[in-house]
């Protein structure tokens, strides 16, 4: 079994900053990418920030370059979402997401965390 717990969402005023943590933990061979998602009421959900693990690669959304940013802790299967300069538009649950295998011989598989609510008051 493989758990994704994210923590850190709040309230905050527009202009603030929030730094959400996602930990994964269970029966964990190898972690490929983790990532964060938001989903706004009435919207699909969309990618915010990605990292996969080989070559360190990140990759962001348009709407949160250059003010937000993505790292891990590989040491601990955590991952963090640092957001500055935030904006209303950027209220959403945020879901962690990790695509890892539980075995050497396993295929990648891909998980969720259960979510964790950021508002951004303007």
């Known amino acids: 079994q493989v758990q994704l717990v994210e923590s850190g969402g709040g309230l905050v005023q527009a202009g603030g900053s929030l730094r959400l943590s996602c930990a994964a933990s269970g029966s964990i061979f190898s972690i490929n990418a983790m990532g964060w998602y938001r989903q706004a009421p009435g919207k699909q959900r969309e990618l915010v920030a990605n990292l996969i693990t080989r070559g360190g690669i990140t990759d962001y959304s348009d709407s949160v370059k250059g003010r937000f940013t993505i790292s891990r802790d590989n040491a601990k299967n955590t991952a963090y979402l640092q957001m500055n300069s935030l904006k209303p538009e950027d209220t959403a649950v945020y879901y962690c997401?990790?695509?890892?295998?539980?075995?050497?011989?396993?295929?990648?598989?891909?998980?969720w965390g259960q979510g964790t609510q950021v508002t951004v008051s303007s």
């Open positions: 997401n990790a695509h890892l295998r539980t075995g050497w011989d396993h295929y990648v598989n891909e998980y």
